[in-house]
């Protein structure tokens, strides 16, 4: 595994906290050839070069320690959480950026299931680094809030979503000047809604194909 963290992001979404690309995705992520926003340009020339020459693990995590106490940070604008087998996370690995995020505030998806992670995604949660459960769509997300009610959820929404009660539309798509480093919701592991993000970018149409 592979990570490089960026302490300025000039990511239009992001706003300008750090984020990170990592190397590795899991085969549960349908999006992946098929509307992954992190194939897109100029995002993938980003990433294969993170996959091809980006530091260690151990490098990154100790980068990550050396933000400031407080500091907001997305985890992953490309890429997953490390494995140890397929759809399995890394426990030593997790414990290692669990440490590093410590005093700060990071915050990251995960398409990896829930099942047989539960304990190291609920670990992670309670102690100041959230991990977001993604769902393909509004039905598999509520699925997963009905069984795991202690994991953060969210998910794909068509590209024009309806309204839903549970669900929280990323304010960002609506007013382009809320920024994540504005809104904090998906810092926030303690909530009783989903977020959803409608599928966008210029693979959106296959995006929503793929998990509507």
């Known amino acids: 595994m592979k ?23 899991p085969s549960s992520c ?4 098929d509307g992954c926003y992190a194939e897109n340009f100029p ?9 091809r020459l980006g530091p260690s693990w151990d490098r990154f995590c100790h980068l990550v ?17 490390p494995q140890s087998s397929p759809n399995i996370i890394d426990r030593p690995k997790l ?3 669990i440490e590093a995020n410590k005093g700060r505030r990071g915050f990251t998806y995960t398409h990896i299931p829930i099942h047989g992670n539960k304990s190291v995604i609920d670990h992670a949660n309670k102690s100041g680094f959230t991990i977001n459960s993604s769902a393909n769509n509004v039905e598999q997300a509520r699925w ?8 953060p959820v969210v998910c794909v929404l068509p590209i024009h979503p309806k309204p839903e009660p549970d669900v929280v539309i990323c304010p960002n798509h609506i007013n382009k000047s809320i920024t994540c480093d504005k809104c904090e919701l998906c810092a926030n592991p303690d909530r009783d809604f989903i977020i959803g993000f409608p599928a966008h970018g210029t693979r959106a149409k296959r995006a929503e194909k ?3």
């Not at 995002?43 to 996959?51: C, E, F, G, I, Q």
């Open 3 to 25: 990570a490089q963290l960026y302490l300025r992001s000039v990511n239009a979404k992001t706003g300008a906290i750090p984020t990170s690309i990592s190397s590795e995705c």
């Open 30 to 33: 349908v999006l992946q050839g």
């Open 43 to 51: 995002l993938n020339m980003h990433w294969d070069r993170v996959k």
């Open 65 to 81: 320690a050396s933000m400031p106490e407080g500091q907001l940070w997305r985890h992953n604008v490309a890429g997953d959480l």
């Open 95 to 97: 414990a290692e950026l």
């Open 144 to 151: 997963l809030r009905s069984r795991y009610p202690s994991v």
């Open 210 to 212: 793929a998990t509507q």
